[in-house]
């Protein structure tokens, strides 16, 4: 039986469609949990036994997670250098301290274990304004979305494009190929629920 995901009461109760400090916390909460997941799968790698007695298997398990989780937060270390999600570690990482030092820490209050109060709660003296903090929210969601469409999303769909191409006129069959291009294709969609909803609030389907 397929049970139906659901906020826990204190998310539920956020109203993204009407505030941009809940659009902007949604964002940077789910970025916070997806983080918390790829530190678990780099760790689960990383901590894995080697050598296994395929060499093969090491180098993927290596790539995976290999090293501390946190060198992903040491800008001097180069991306060739990072494990897979590493890489995608820094992605969210960057993106919710931003949304953090920008707007959040200014208008929430913190549950003081480096968080915030559930549901997001306005702190003084953004209780008693908080149209306020929407218009600082907005603004920080505005300059989100000129990047995605100016760069992520637009550079992504330039990539998928010429990717598609070459597949589809060199090795249409290709299992692997095929693969990457739907993982590549998923990446971009991503960003375009990403950024519905910091429009609207209301993310489309995946």
Same mark, same amino acid.
Not at 114 to 132: H, M, R, S
């Given at each position: 039986?397929?049970?139906?995901?659901?906020?826990?009461?204190?998310?539920?109760?956020?109203?993204?469609?009407?505030?941009?400090?809940?659009?902007?916390?949604?964002?940077?909460?789910?970025?916070?949990?997806?983080?918390?997941?790829?530190?678990?799968?780099?760790?689960?790698?990383?901590?894995?036994?080697? !050598? $296994?007695?395929? %060499?093969?298997? =090491?180098?993927?398990?290596?790539?995976?997670? #290999?090293?501390?989780? /946190?060198?992903?937060?040491?800008?001097?270390?180069?991306?060739?250098?990072?494990?897979?999600?590493?890489?995608?570690?820094?992605?969210?990482?960057?993106?919710?301290?931003?949304?953090?030092?920008?707007?959040?820490?200014?208008?929430?209050?913190?549950?003081?274990?480096?968080?915030?109060?559930?549901? !997001? $709660?306005?702190? %003084?003296?953004? =209780?008693?304004?908080?149209?306020?903090?929407? #218009?600082?929210?907005? /603004?920080?969601?505005?300059?989100?979305?000129?990047?995605?469409?100016?760069?992520?999303?637009?550079?992504?769909?330039?990539?998928?494009?010429?990717?598609?191409?070459?597949?589809?006129?060199?090795?249409?069959?290709?299992?692997?190929?095929?693969?990457?291009?739907?993982?590549?294709?998923?990446?971009?969609?991503?960003?375009?629920?990403?950024?519905?909803?910091?429009?609207?609030?209301?993310?489309?389907?995946?």
């Amino acid at each position: 039986m397929m049970v139906k995901f659901q906020l826990p009461y204190n998310l539920a109760r956020t109203d993204p469609v009407n505030s941009a400090v809940d659009r902007l916390f949604l964002l940077w909460h789910a970025y916070d949990e997806e983080e918390a997941l790829l530190k678990e799968w780099h760790e689960d790698t990383a901590n894995a036994q080697k !050598p $296994t007695g395929n %060499p093969l298997f =090491d180098f993927f398990l290596d790539t995976w997670g #290999k090293g501390l989780w /946190a060198d992903v937060r040491t800008p001097n270390i180069p991306f060739p250098q990072r494990t897979y999600f590493q890489a995608l570690g820094v992605v969210s990482h960057q993106l919710r301290q931003q949304i953090r030092s920008n707007v959040l820490d200014q208008v929430l209050q913190p549950d003081g274990a480096g968080k915030f109060i559930l549901p !997001p $709660t306005l702190k %003084p003296p953004y =209780d008693n304004d908080p149209a306020a903090a929407n #218009k600082l929210a907005q /603004a920080e969601i505005d300059k989100i979305l000129a990047a995605f469409d100016k760069c992520e999303i637009a550079s992504l769909k330039l990539i998928d494009q010429y990717v598609e191409t070459t597949v589809n006129s060199t090795c249409p069959q290709d299992v692997y190929l095929n693969a990457l291009l739907r993982m590549m294709l998923i990446e971009t969609h991503c960003f375009e629920i990403q950024k519905q909803f910091l429009q609207t609030g209301r993310p489309q389907s995946a």
